[in-house]
């Protein structure tokens, strides 16, 4: 189970964050209580130049040291501080959550084109994998990710995150199986732009993690969500690949679809299939990614997960039940399904 | 003094109550285990090799076959094996010469494998209510595709992709010549692979005109004698193999002795009638890598680059560095052959002691591929001891892309692995040129049969993948978390990359 939404403002008008923690908590049936969380753009405009590290810290002594001393090596730390948490009744604080604003040094990292994003998954990779106790958790620019083990309106009252105003939101209710209790377990999934929630499970996870991990990322949030944002890392920025097409990297038509497609998009397709076979993703999954530029949803190819769209002038919403979406906007117009494997996608129009 | 006889292998007899004379067994027994005197059957045990044919053929079942009838004095170490083998060799000098796979009772990676599949939090999908595709691609992809999105939304693809081989199914027939079998035997397999959409392998016996009609799905073979090799072969093939190595006789070359070179053989195979066609050990072009790269190149070249080339090696300790280094060439696929790869002929010694299992070498191929990041530059095919889909599906989860199947297609039309491919008399008229065994293969029927084999297996292969929530081919391979190693140690464990049942 585990219930997703998200939301654009195709002309970048904010919203607060108390719409969409009304919308998730609706969704309870589709959660457990142990995990939940947000993912907003647009909310620091004061650092947009800067990459925005969230961390979870179990104490603020060794493992911030040791990030320090990374961060100071890597780049230009220009501001730090914890992030304003309230305490809940109903969830147990077990990391303190950090945000630095980062610049990083770009002429460190040799042989790349895009140095700075290099720099900042290299340190992602190295805190997540060898730093024990600090888990970086959001690496973006003018974006951020605040989750933590608990229901979706104790999450978001822990973090007040009615404070924040984004123009793209991503929220998560989660029903966890396999690391229940575990913040870092909790979506949304991040790395540098790229932001994830996931309802289902993917049982072509090793196959996309062997394929990743040979591309230079290492998997370490003992899920199989996080594979999701590597992949659209990989495709979308290191291959550059527009949107539509990652998804049909990732959940292609069937080659029955594909032999009676025209020629030209027949060759296509079946170009894609051939080089990204493994990075296709099976199993039952409904999920939607943003970057700063948009958001895209998609199921896999026979549709085992539920994805709902509605709109609303500017906006486009995203979600696993149409409920929700009518407690963000009553008004809501256009609901509809899209069919299994059919990006929906949500650009900015500015 | 003399060595006396050794015990027989195989006590043969006849319920005599039930026979009712017909002579079938006489007729059937190309080995002359039986024959009349007067009205009464004879029985000669000592030239039976358990090839079951006769009583395959027995109306009355009326026949029975006993292993090992005279015991000898148990020995952990001496076994009878052992001992026969010795006593053999002090009276010939010779290699002890045998065929079909590797007859030790090493443990079997496969059957310590279990698979996957998904309950509750993930449904199985139901292949007859889905689609599932095991549709297969062999041959290079790109690292990355690069297009061109244009103002009004199309799409123009920028990268060329190069020529790949199209299968219906993962499953592949290896190569076994005309020569080492029979062309009836190799008429039934081109049938089969026709009219289930894959391939299979000519082996290094040459094209035969009959086989013509089913080049399109034909492998063709350049091997160390480079038998049967010229452009109108090449061209005829839908890929092309260069068999390096052999996993039932790593290091070694091939030998057909000249008994079975007839008319029709020596024609194909392009040697002189009767003569022994012996392949080098080691191509006499080939002593380094950029050797071989440039024999692939070469035969691209002649070829026009439109045809996959293939290169088969056994699998061996090193067998993923040498795949590396293939990978680098132009080649489309590597073959790795198990250490229970079967052969026509093979000396013993080699079949049985030289070699890794395919299940070890799969995966550290399709590691040492991955970590290199050129998995994409080759396709890989395991072959060597594939039983049933089971080890298919294992096979693949482990790494390969597709699989070779070689004595489960004989056994399909008769073979009973009795061993003694390498004496031309199989009785069943496949591993035989002799006229009046060969016509006992009806290619229609074992086609059907070898058909069969296939759609089963695929059907099967269908049925666990869905079990597994999986309804693509290409989500599988290497997918090494939907398998599980049952009592087997962390060293090959750790080999496989592969948890323990229960983690």
């Known amino acids: ?350 | 003094m003399s060595l006396g006889s050794v015990p027989l292998k195989y006590k043969v007899s006849i319920d005599r109550e039930q026979c009712m004379h017909c002579m079938r067994c006489i007729d059937n027994c190309s080995y002359g285990v039986f024959h009349r005197e007067d009205d009464r059957i004879i029985i000669d045990s000592r030239k039976c090799t358990a090839c079951h044919h006769c009583i395959s053929m027995c109306p009355r079942d009326a026949i029975t076959l006993k292993e090992r009838p005279v015991d000898y004095r148990s020995h952990p170490l001496w076994t009878a094996e052992a001992r026969e083998d010795i006593i053999n060799q002090a009276r010939s000098g010779k290699i002890i010469l045998s065929g079909m796979g590797n007859a030790k009772p090493y443990p079997v990676i496969f059957d310590r494998l279990v698979l996957d599949a998904c309950q509750v939090t993930n449904p199985s999908i139901d292949p007859l209510r889905e689609p599932m595709e095991l549709r297969t691609y062999l041959g290079k992809k790109p690292s990355r595709l690069e297009i061109n999105k244009k103002d009004n939304g199309d799409v123009e693809l920028l990268t060329k992709l190069t020529p790949n081989l199209k299968l219906d199914t993962p499953i592949m027939i290896g190569h076994m010549s005309y020569g080492a079998i029979s062309l009836n035997a190799q008429l039934s397999l081109a049938k089969a692979v026709e009219k289930t959409g894959t391939f299979m392998g000519t082996g290094e016996g040459g094209l035969h005109e009959a086989i013509y009609p089913y080049q399109k799905n034909m492998i063709v073979q350049v091997a160390s004698g480079r038998f049967g090799v010229d452009i109108n072969y090449l061209e005829r093939g839908a890929a092309i193999e260069i068999k390096i190595g052999q996993g039932a006789k790593p290091g070694i070359g091939g030998h057909l002795p000249g008994e079975k070179v007839c008319q029709d053989v020596s024609c194909t195979r392009m040697i002189p009638l009767g003569s022994d066609a012996i392949s080098p050990a080691p191509h006499h072009d080939i002593y380094s890598i950029e050797d071989l790269a440039q024999l692939v190149r070469s035969l691209k070249e002649a070829t026009e680059w439109k045809k996959p080339v293939f290169v088969k090696i056994a699998a061996v300790h090193n067998a993923a560095a040498i795949a590396a280094g293939i990978a680098r060439s132009s080649a489309d696929a590597v073959v790795i052959d198990g250490f229970r790869g079967g052969s026509g002929a093979t000396p013993k010694v080699f079949r049985d002691n030289v070699g890794i299992p395919i299940e070890a070498a799969v995966a550290s191929v399709d590691q040492k591929l991955k970590d290199q990041g050129i998995r994409n530059k080759i396709s890989v095919i395991a072959s060597g001891g594939i039983r049933n889909s089971a080890d298919i599906a294992k096979s693949i989860a482990l790494g390969a892309d597709a699989v070779y199947i070689g004595t489960g297609a004989l056994i399909a039309m008769g073979c009973r692995v009795c061993g003694q491919c390498y004496r031309g008399m199989c009785p069943w008229g496949i591993a035989t040129q002799r006229p009046d065994l060969v016509e006992r293969l009806d290619p229609e029927v074992e086609s059907e049969h070898v058909a069969n084999l296939i759609r089963s297996w695929t059907l099967e292969l269908s049925e666990l993948m869905g079990a597994a929530g999986i309804n693509s081919i290409e989500s599988l391979r290497s997918n090494r978390s939907r398998l599980r190693g049952y009592m087997l140690d962390e060293g090959t464990l750790d080999v496989l990359q592969v948890k323990p049942v229960g983690a």
């Open chain 1, 1 to 350: 189970m585990c219930g997703i939404i998200g939301v654009i403002d195709r002309k970048r008008a904010l919203m607060d964050g108390s719409s969409i923690r009304d919308a998730l908590s609706l969704m309870n049936e589709r959660g457990s209580g142990e995990g939940a969380g947000y993912a907003a753009y647009g909310i620091y405009p004061d650092y947009q130049d800067c990459y925005a590290i969230h961390v979870f810290f179990d104490n603020l002594v060794e493992p911030k040291s040791q990030v320090d001393h990374m961060l100071h090596k890597w780049g230009r730390i220009v501001h730090q501080e914890a992030i304003p948490t309230y305490e809940q009744e109903g969830l147990k604080r077990s990391h303190i959550p950090w945000r630095y604003f980062f610049k990083p040094y770009s002429d460190l990292m040799a042989g790349s084109t895009t140095p700075e994003d290099d720099v900042i998954k290299h340190i992602v990779m190295e805190t997540n994998s060898n730093i024990q106790g600090a888990l970086i958790f959001s690496s973006g620019k003018n974006m951020g990710v605040f989750k933590a083990s608990g229901w979706p309106e104790d999450v978001a009252n822990f973090y007040r995150i009615e404070d924040y105003k984004g123009y793209i939101w991503l929220a998560h209710n989660r029903y966890p199986t396999n690391t229940p209790g575990w913040w870092g377990g909790a979506h949304p999934f991040n790395l540098l732009d790229w932001a994830v929630v996931h309802n289902g499970e993917i049982t072509s996870y090793g196959t996309n993690r062997r394929y990743v991990e040979s591309q230079g990322y290492t998997c370490s949030m003992f899920t199989d969500t996080e594979v999701v944002a590597y992949l659209f890392d990989l495709l979308g920025r290191r291959h550059g690949l527009p949107e539509d097409i990652v998804v049909k990297a990732l959940a292609p038509p069937f080659w029955d679809e594909i032999d009676n497609m025209p020629e030209k998009e027949q060759k296509l397709n079946h170009a894609i299939r051939l080089t990204y076979g493994p990075a296709l993703m099976n199993g039952p999954f409904a999920i939607v990614v943003a970057t700063h530029e948009g958001i895209v949803g998609f199921t896999d190819r026979i549709k085992l997960r539920p994805l709902v769209i509605g709109e609303n002038e500017d906006r486009l919403y995203i979600s696993s039940e149409e409920a929700a979406i009518r407690v963000m906007d009553p008004d809501v117009q256009n609901i509809h399904m899209p069919r299994a494997g059919e990006p929906v996608i949500g650009r900015l129009n500015v």
